[in-house]
């Protein structure tokens, strides 16, 4: 399986800070995407990176990759209360999730 | 933009009895469709994988039996609970990919089941 598993499990910061969670896999991969999910949500995509990408940036987004430790991490910069949300990485065409991180922004 | 929609949003229903979600793409032609489950504060857990006009492929542990999902058209998947019981009370959420080389999903709503 190359199922993304997502650290830490949850995460709580101030409204302006930055947010970073990473993701591992286990197998080469062509692309790497993630999704975040409101409570009682469907999931929203939120950025797909490719395996010869290093780096993307969509907004307040910015997404790494490095196939060499197989990981990803996001980095929401500036948060703001209405980030709060689970975020999940996916692997390929893996359509299995891992747990997600569970993201707090207190205003 | 693509949109999935589900109906019902949210449903009720007594042991013993079976429920219908549906799924639909909207604006797009859906190719494949993933059923998926979750409970509460956990992840995403896939159920099946269908494709329009085959059997669905259910994950390992899924009981097809129960768990009926007919992918009838492009634009419509259906999965049913078949004699529900209290433990089939969760969020089941529906995804649609346009075609089997993309990788992007495109996620419904989400439908609240509560089994009584």
């Known amino acids: 399986s190359q199922q993304g598993e997502e650290d830490p499990q949850a995460l709580s910061i101030q409204e302006g800070e930055n947010a970073t969670m990473n993701c591992s896999y286990k197998t080469s991969i062509n692309n790497l995407q993630w999704y975040r999910q409101n409570s009682g949500r469907g999931l929203v995509h939120l950025i797909l990176?490719?395996?010869?990408?290093r780096e993307k940036h969509s907004g307040r987004l910015r997404v790494t990759l490095d196939t060499s430790k197989k990981s990803s991490s996001l980095l929401i910069t500036a948060s703001r209360a209405a980030d709060t949300a689970s975020y999940f990485c996916?692997?390929?065409?893996?359509?299995?999730f891992g747990a997600g991180t569970r993201l707090t922004v207190k205003p | 933009g693509a949109v999935v929609s589900q109906h019902p949003s949210r449903v009720i229903c007594k042991s013993g009895t079976s429920v219908k979600i549906e799924c639909r793409s909207l604006d797009f032609q859906a190719t494949t469709m993933f059923w998926y489950r979750q409970f509460p504060k956990k992840s995403l857990m896939l159920m099946a994988t269908s494709n329009e006009g085959s059997k669905a492929t259910y994950e390992q542990g899924v009981e097809k039996d129960k768990f009926l999902i007919n992918h009838a058209s492009l634009t419509l998947s259906t999965l049913t609970v078949t004699s529900a019981h209290p433990e089939d009370s969760s969020f089941y959420i529906c995804?649609?990919?346009?075609?089997?080389?993309?990788?992007?999903?495109?996620f419904g709503p989400g439908t609240r089941l509560t089994v009584t």
């Open positions: 990176i490719r395996s010869n990408e």
């Open positions: 995804s649609a990919r346009r075609d089997r080389g993309a990788y992007e999903q495109y």
């Open positions: 996916a692997a390929n065409n893996d359509m299995r």
